[in-house]
């Protein structure tokens, strides 16, 4: 019996494990809506990026909305290092920045420090 329940705990503490490396990592690709000729997409900043990559339609106006519900520094700049831009994502609650759509490319951004990574693909 307690052989039993030994082993039970380690399956289930190797599920967690598992979880933990794999699960939380799982990338999150999301499609921007069009509306009026315009995609406002939102991504959420909570530990994270989410969706972490954005899809956008070449030749739509961009602009993607960075909420903020994160409270940690970490997350408190957001840095688009191809476009020269670094904002303070905790002055508003949300914060707007618009994405050239002109060529089909991708930006990659950033937390101030680096550590969490997102990106936005730009395509037909
Ligand atoms: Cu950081």
Redesign the pocket.
Known sequence: MTQLITVSIAVLLIGFILWWFFGQHQERVADAQIKNDEQAPTVIVDGGYSPSTLILKKGVPAKVNFKMNDS??????VVFEKLGIDKDLTKQKMTQIEIPTDQATEFDY???????HGKIIVKD
Request: glycine fraction near 8%.
């Open positions: 940690t520094a970490c997350l408190s700049h950033a937390c101030g420090m680096n550590m969490f």
